[in-house]
């Protein structure tokens, strides 16, 4: 009886606390991120300890040690589905197809000096090729949904710098994907041969291709019939006689003839309604893809879902942003992060310290170098430039997705899983202070242009 108020009581910390990050950081002008993320490595291994037994996100459907861990990690996954469906809602994927000849040498260059570098410095350390292949997998990818989080919350989602950052961050998540895979596929080809890894590959790309091709062709339908049926749009029906049985009720009198007319009611909206059906289905789409295949595609269905809502109805995507800004809608968010944060032990990377350092600056130097050779002529403005670069350094949720996945089936050891979760954790956390300063001598400048039922904003920068 007494272990039970305790976990209920750590988890209303844990809530309280991921909200408390907001105010912080509207007092002290520090991104939420930041903080939300150093609460959660307070409150884990590295300090206080709280869950005593570590939580791996990125793992669907293992044991959990106790209630705290199971409520705690489904407050989470709640939270990455809204971040990463807010990612592809939020994307501007018409400016995204403008300039995607462009984002995707960027996202291209950043992904192979990274992923080659540290495959090289990690298999000093190591001693299978496939952990080497699976730790650069882990690092070399880019963060979509807590990148395209901070460029809103800094008001400059729609800034070219933003979306190129958005385009490059797809292309080395996906790229990411496939260097998993492959290390997969040279642990599968060590222990069962070649052959039998060349028909275990074939066969899980083509479920997971068959998989996402089901699931765009569910959410699309769905989505031109709530087109059909009218999306947020009110369909007006005659009161002749009366409605409920009162007669002359809804009725007007005419102002030539003096006579009561009868007058058009509107019937009930029906977008809630339909907005539910939608997100019901993404939502086991998502736990599908997580079941069979891991978190990291689970997170694809989620933005899919987002990215098609997005295009398809302008209005309703405006009303689903501010949907989730509000304070109960962004809880599940803000405890994803904390609780991400949890998944840092500093005590036991201290054992790997060098590597822990060699790791950051391979990191760090190599997606600078990519990003800014590839850049070179893309961005008039440095300031530009750098923030985009910035915006591409964190690895986010998708490293941590993809680590868990490859911690699950043993391709990391765990002395080396929790040193690249460091690391993935300290960029993320690194990144939007960054951010803010680059874009302190930054102006927004808005000239509203009259579009189909919205409005851009003309973004420029200045020297």
């Not at 108020?5 to 002290?28: D, E, H, K, M, T």
């Not at 939420?32 to 409150?43: E, M, N, R, S």
Request: net charge positive; proline share 4%.
């Amino acid at each position: 009886m007494e272990a039970f108020p305790q976990w209920i009581i750590i988890l209303i910390v844990v809530i309280v606390l991921s909200r408390v990050a907001v105010l912080l950081a509207g007092r002290f002008d520090i991104p939420t991120v930041t903080i939300q993320l150093l609460i959660g490595i307070l409150l884990g291994p590295s300090v206080l300890n709280l869950l005593e037994v570590p939580l791996v996100l990125g793992t669907w459907g293992s044991p959990s040690p106790g209630p705290l861990h199971g409520v705690l990690k489904i407050l989470a996954e709640i939270g990455l589905i809204q971040l990463m469906f807010l990612a592809g809602l939020e994307v501007d994927w018409r400016e995204l197809k403008k300039i995607l000849k462009l984002s995707s040498p960027v996202g291209a260059w950043g992904f192979v000096l990274t992923a080659v570098s540290v495959a090289i410095i990690t298999r000093v350390f190591v001693d299978r090729w496939s952990e080497a292949l699976a730790v650069s997998a882990i690092v070399s990818a880019s963060s979509l949904g807590i990148s395209i989080y901070y460029f809103s919350k800094m008001e400059i989602l729609g800034s070219r710098a933003a979306v190129m950052a958005s385009g490059a961050a797809i292309l080395s998540g996906l790229l990411a994907i496939l260097l998993m895979i492959g290390s997969q596929a040279t642990n599968y080809a060590m222990i069962y041969g070649s052959s039998k890894m060349a028909i275990a590959v074939s066969w899980f790309l083509g479920e997971l291709i068959m998989f996402f091709a089901v699931a765009y062709f569910l959410t699309s339908r769905f989505l031109k019939l709530v087109t059909k049926i009218g999306f947020g749009r009110n369909v007006p029906r005659p009161a002749c006689g009366g409605i409920g049985g009162v007669k002359g009720h809804n009725m007007k009198e005419n102002y030539i003839t003096g006579k009561p007319r009868p007058v058009a009611r509107e019937l009930p909206k029906r977008p809630r309604q339909m907005l539910i059906g939608y997100l019901l289905l993404v939502a086991l789409l998502y736990a599908w893809a997580a079941m069979h295949f891991g978190s990291f595609a689970a997170v694809g269905v989620a933005s899919l879902g987002g990215a098609l809502i997005g295009m398809s109805n302008l209005e309703v995507k405006e009303k689903i942003s501010k949907g989730f800004g509000s304070v109960l809608t962004s809880v599940p968010a803000g405890v994803f992060l904390v609780v991400l944060g949890m998944e840092v032990n500093l005590k036991e990377a201290g054992g790997y310290l060098n590597f822990l350092i060699v790791l950051l600056v391979a990191i760090v130097g190599a997606k600078l170098i990519g990003s800014w050779i590839a850049t070179q002529r893309e961005f008039n403005s440095l300031r530009e430039r750098v923030l985009f670069i910035i915006g591409i350094l964190p690895q986010g949720e998708m490293g941590i997705l993809i680590a868990g996945y490859l911690f699950s089936r043993g391709l990391v050891s765990p002395a080396f899983f929790n040193v690249t979760i460091v690391a993935v954790v300290l960029l993320t956390m690194v990144s939007p202070v960054l951010m803010r300063i680059t874009s302190t001598e930054f102006e927004v400048r808005t000239t509203p242009v009259q579009t189909a039922g919205s409005e851009k904003f003309d973004r420029r920068w200045r020297r």
